[in-house]
């Protein structure tokens, strides 16, 4: 593991794309741990130990504990819109659409560390500014997959369904996989996406499998 | 609201059935506290205020905020118990009995308060003792879930499906109607319920819906 030692260097431009390894990782070390204890009850001290800096270093990385929070949950949604939103943007069939949303996304889950999924999902510790902003982000993504089920919906699929419930309940799948899913668990991480894509795309949704 | 004064007698053998009301209601105005602020940021003073009782006369219904947490986590489990689980029990057919479950567990979700059930998924604030017994009770309940699917698989039904996998889905479009659920929403409690036990019932696990 490379600790790093310099100050993080504005990037302009290329923010989205490039954010420097050592914050992710500084990402992934605080989410999970504000997943396990808890954002009130998580010291900036804390998360410094989990990712081997002082607690000084760390602050060339962060301004502050709600700062970091806030910059977690944008990473979070900046990885949603690379990896699961711009790709299915591009998919002009709802069907396959819905099958990239929910492939990619079950794969960002397992992938980009589930603490920052789970955190992602909830609103303690921001500033209500900041999650104004956050909520926005959320509810972006999920009016794209309903958007998108509306659209099955129109062209006679998911009969008898309703399309907010429906979306949120594929949601729901998705959300419990940040909680469940393991490392070393029975099933391949390309096993698990498997059966996700058969519960939500073929069986609640009624679509073929590709 | 009757706000109530004395203090709550100990009520052997009549425990799990006679929870006293105004604790009820305490255990549910804590919860959606606890569930906004998180557990750490919720003092005793804001439960207190939130559901009309002095910080004293709180200490008549309670002991500690953590003894309270464990306690309303108990307390969701045996309405989980006595809902959900019992009723289940008594049902031979698996195909009946996951119909019994999950319109039972959508309704209880519903009445008895989201916030209990979001609160009931976490486990931030237990001591490691009360934790464990939780932990038990909450796998337990998922193990009759999954009990009862298995007995599905082994009788022919949901081909291609990873029990595990389909179980905690399950699970994950139950918890997250803790989530999003409105009272006073467009869709009514009874056609919420019909729509998860479509989703669900119907369309994950392939069985008819009566």
Same mark, same amino acid.
């Given at each position: 593991? @490379?600790?790093?030692s310099?100050?993080?260097?504005?990037?302009?431009?290329?923010?989205? *794309?490039?954010?420097?390894?050592?914050? $992710?990782?500084?990402?992934? +070390?605080?989410?999970?741990?504000?997943?396990?204890?808890?954002?009130?009850?998580?010291s900036l001290q804390?998360?410094?130990?989990a990712?081997?800096?002082?607690?000084?270093?760390?602050?060339?990385?962060?301004?502050?504990?709600? *700062?970091?929070l806030?910059?977690?949950m944008?990473?979070?949604m900046?990885? %949603?819109?690379?990896?699961?939103i711009t790709p299915?943007?591009?998919?002009a069939?709802?069907?396959?659409?819905?099958?990239?949303?929910?492939? @990619?996304?079950?794969?960002?889950i397992?992938?980009?560390? #589930?603490?920052?999924?789970?955190?992602?999902s909830?609103?303690?510790?921001l500033?209500?500014?900041?999650l104004?902003?956050?909520?926005?982000?959320?509810r972006a993504?999920?009016?794209?997959v309903r958007?998108?089920? *509306? #659209?099955?919906?129109?062209?006679? @699929?998911?009969?008898?369904?309703?399309?907010?419930?429906?979306?949120?309940?594929?949601f729901? $799948?998705?959300?419990?996989?940040?909680?469940?899913? #393991?490392?070393?668990?029975?099933?391949t991480r390309?096993? $698990? $996406?498997?059966?996700i894509?058969?519960l939500?795309? %073929?069986?609640?949704? +009624?679509?073929?499998?590709a």
């Open positions: 593991m @490379n600790i790093g310099g100050v993080v260097k504005a990037q302009e431009g290329t923010k989205k *794309q490039g954010k420097d390894d050592r914050l $992710v990782e500084i990402y992934r +070390g605080a989410a999970a741990i504000i997943h396990h204890k808890g954002y009130d009850a998580t804390d998360i410094a130990e990712v081997g800096l002082t607690k000084a270093g760390l602050y060339h990385y962060i301004q502050s504990k709600e *700062q970091l806030y910059e977690i944008n990473y979070g900046d990885r %949603v819109e690379t990896v699961v299915a943007r591009g998919v069939d709802p069907a396959q659409r819905m099958r990239t949303l929910t492939s @990619n996304y079950a794969s960002l397992i992938e980009n560390g #589930q603490p920052i999924t789970i955190i992602l909830e609103s303690t510790g500033t209500a500014a900041h104004r902003k956050v909520i926005r982000r959320r993504f999920y009016e794209f958007d998108t089920i *509306q #659209q099955l919906k129109d062209a006679g @699929n998911v009969e008898g369904l309703d399309v907010s419930v429906t979306s949120l309940s594929v729901g $799948v998705m959300m419990w996989l940040a909680h469940w899913y #393991q490392h070393e668990g029975r099933l390309e096993e $698990v $996406v498997d059966q894509t058969e939500t795309v %073929v069986r609640m949704l +009624g679509l073929p499998k």
